[in-house]
């Protein structure tokens, strides 16, 4: 079982900073100068310390992905703790969350030395609201198309022969206070008959819960982890991340962002 031990830039190994296994995954150690250290853990596996040692742990929980039909997958979620004891020999199992891989799934979540970030939630699908219709009359081609803003509102003619409307979808009807049959529209409702049903209208989604972009241990400077994706975007949030995917921001997209794995990282307490 070899062992892994944080060199300065190939010198000698520094006094005081611990050496460690890490079996069954993807560690990077760094020397950051002036006795301090830290070490990533970017996949999942078991750690083991080889000297007693005081630590802050901050994790990152995997990114949602985006959803094809609507909007970007939201962060993972972090949290820092300081003051954790490492027992010399004792194994930590650490697992690090997968970011979503499929529209609108959320991440998995990342533990270790007792702590947990929470995943992502993937992006949230729009919805189909209306669809664009061609109407006429209900007396027939010749006549006037009729608007009313609400169901006891007086008419308003929108012009003669056939018109251009959004209705709602379903289509769905409604009858005015003075009995007169109406279909409601987006806004407000016609008085006429529908000749053609054509493009569906429909909201874009919205980005799914998750936690803000964050520097490790609450820094004001260096790497972000976490923080939802963008929409329109077809982005992934990245290895290591915790950042959610980009979504299609259109309630019949076809295209999104994954979301980015998460992280667990410890450092020398400060």
Known sequence: MAQVMILKRGAAALKGVPTYTYIGGESQPFDEGNGNWSIKLKTGGTFTSNQAATVQVFVVGGGGAGNQNG??????????????????????????????????????????????????????????????????STSGSAGNVYYYSTLSASAVSI??????????????????????????????????????????IGTPGSAGTGGTATVAFGGTSGDKYGGAGSAPSTADGGANTGKGGGGSANYNGTTFGKGGSGIVIIRNVR
């Open 71 to 136: 909007g970007a997958g939201g962060g993972g979620y972090s949290t820092t703790t300081t003051g954790i004891a490492l027992v010399k020999g004792l194994a930590y199992p650490i697992s690090i969350g997968a970011g979503g891989t499929s529209s609108g799934e959320a991440g998995g979540n990342s533990t270790g030395f007792g702590c947990t970030g929470n995943g992502g939630n993937g992006g949230v699908a729009g919805a189909i609201t209306g669809r664009t219709c061609v109407v006429q």
């Open 159 to 200: 012009g003669s022969g056939q018109q251009t409307v959004s209705l709602k979808y379903p289509i769905t009807s409604a009858t005015h206070t003075n009995g007169t049959y109406l279909i409601k529209g987006l806004n407000g409702y016609y008085r006429c008959t529908i000749v053609s049903q054509g493009d569906y």
